[in-house]
């Protein structure tokens, strides 16, 4: 297609302990094609293995949020070329931003929040950023951070800052919920829900350098 940018993000997800529990892959299919942004939807690509296509850093940042909130998965994601024309299907897809995807969630089993980043050295690297190496080092260090706030949150956490997120004031979330304000601020603060949105920014920002010689 026309106007295709040169730089993707690949994100393959592995479900953790997956012999000794349910099937999560319906359930975060399902919430990952809420998300804007996707090239190419995320699918089951071989047992308890998800994947999709973005070239969106915010999108990218949406798909750990979600990973994340579900806890049974670890992500891996990889940033370089894709071969085109892009097929209708992941599975179908490939290139050096696939490869870099396969060996960041392989890596992932020995990281401190089961999330990793790969980028394709030569092709990223031969964008405007001279210091490719250590930009990707410090996305997927903001990465583990938001990962590791997330993670903490309990589902009232989830509910006001799902709320939060749509615009509503403190004030009107703690109305929906059915709570004080006060209750509600005490519920985003123990939720992150600042530092979250400031790491949740921050990533993006360091995403979109990665891709920066789209």
């Given at each position: 297609?026309?106007?295709?940018?040169?730089?993707w993000?690949?994100?393959?997800?592995?479900?953790?302990?997956?012999?000794?529990?349910?099937?999560?892959?319906?359930?975060?299919?399902?919430?990952?094609?809420?998300?804007?942004g996707?090239?190419?939807?995320?699918?089951?690509?071989?047992?308890?293995?998800?994947q999709g296509?973005?070239?969106?850093?915010?999108?990218?940042?949406?798909?750990?949020r979600?990973?994340?909130?579900?806890r049974?998965?670890?992500?891996?994601?990889?940033?370089?070329?894709?071969?085109?024309?892009?097929?209708?299907?992941?599975?179908q897809?490939?290139?050096?931003?696939?490869?870099?995807?396969?060996?960041?969630?392989?890596r992932?089993?020995?990281t401190?929040?089961?999330?990793a980043?790969?980028?394709?050295?030569?092709?990223?690297?031969?964008g405007?950023?001279?210091?490719?190496?250590?930009?990707?080092?410090?996305?997927?260090?903001?990465?583990?951070?938001?990962?590791?706030?997330?993670?903490?949150?309990?589902?009232?956490?989830?509910?006001?800052?799902?709320?939060?997120?749509?615009?509503?004031?403190?004030?009107?979330?703690?109305?929906?919920?059915?709570i004080?304000?006060?209750?509600a601020?005490?519920?985003?603060?123990?939720?992150?829900?600042?530092?979250?949105?400031?790491?949740?920014?921050?990533?993006?920002?360091?995403?979109?350098?990665?891709?920066?010689?789209?």
């Amino acid at each position: 297609m026309k106007g295709e940018p040169s730089i993707w993000f690949v994100v393959t997800a592995d479900q953790r302990r997956s012999r000794r529990s349910a099937d999560a892959v319906p359930a975060a299919l399902d919430r990952l094609s809420r998300i804007p942004g996707l090239r190419l939807a995320f699918e089951r690509t071989a047992g308890d293995e998800i994947q999709g296509l973005t070239a969106r850093p915010d999108a990218v940042v949406a798909i750990v949020r979600e990973l994340t909130r579900l806890r049974s998965w670890r992500v891996g994601i990889g940033v370089g070329p894709v071969e085109s024309p892009l097929p209708a299907s992941t599975r179908q897809a490939r290139g050096p931003a696939y490869v870099a995807a396969r060996t960041a969630v392989e890596r992932t089993r020995s990281t401190p929040t089961g999330l990793a980043l790969e980028a394709d050295r030569d092709s990223v690297a031969a964008g405007p950023y001279s210091d490719a190496n250590g930009t990707a080092q410090r996305a997927e260090t903001a990465l583990w951070l938001l990962r590791s706030v997330l993670s903490r949150r309990t589902q009232e956490g989830w509910d006001v800052a799902d709320l939060l997120a749509t615009g509503m004031t403190n004030q009107r979330a703690a109305a929906h919920l059915g709570i004080s304000p006060s209750a509600a601020s005490q519920r985003a603060g123990a939720a992150g829900v600042a530092v979250a949105t400031a790491g949740e920014a921050l990533a993006a920002g360091l995403l979109e350098d990665l891709g920066a010689g789209r």
